[in-house]
């Protein structure tokens, strides 16, 4: 088997405690469709994916609604890239989030601006331009 490189995250879960509310803001937000999500080993748990392209760069993930897992840990920051960070986080105020740090240069490595979901969680929006 050839060793081959890969970049160390592949999937990625936003603990929500309202599935509905998480799911409008990050569909507003981001201007994409969530899909549902099964799990057939424990249906109490609730997944909405977020659209995927395997062949692309970088991980998908998910919304996930689940006893003993709450919303708003902030123990790990998701990056979503955008054409320009401005734009979905001039959405994130309308859809019930909050706008922890507007866009920032962070350099070379481009932009980001932090914000709030609906449930609390931290999550980062990071462009180039």
């Known amino acids: 088997m050839e060793n081959k490189q890969i970049n160390p995250a592949v999937w990625f879960e936003i603990y929500v405690n309202d599935m509905e509310r998480a799911t409008k803001f990050y569909e507003t937000v981001l201007n994409v ?6 799990d057939p080993a424990d249906e109490a748990m609730q997944m909405k994916s977020f659209p995927s392209a395997g062949e692309n760069f970088g991980a998908s993930g998910s919304l996930v609604k689940m006893e003993r897992m709450k919303g708003g840990g902030n123990g790990i920051m998701v990056y979503f890239g955008c054409e320009d960070c401005a734009v979905e986080e001039s959405r994130v105020e309308a859809a019930g989030g909050n706008v922890y740090k507007p866009k920032m240069s962070i350099g070379e490595y481009g932009f980001c601006s ?3 979901d609906t449930e609390g969680n931290a999550i980062g929006l ?3 331009k």
């Open 33 to 38: 469709k969530l899909q549902p999500m099964s």
């Open 126 to 128: 990071h462009s180039m």
């Open 114 to 116: 932090i914000v709030a």
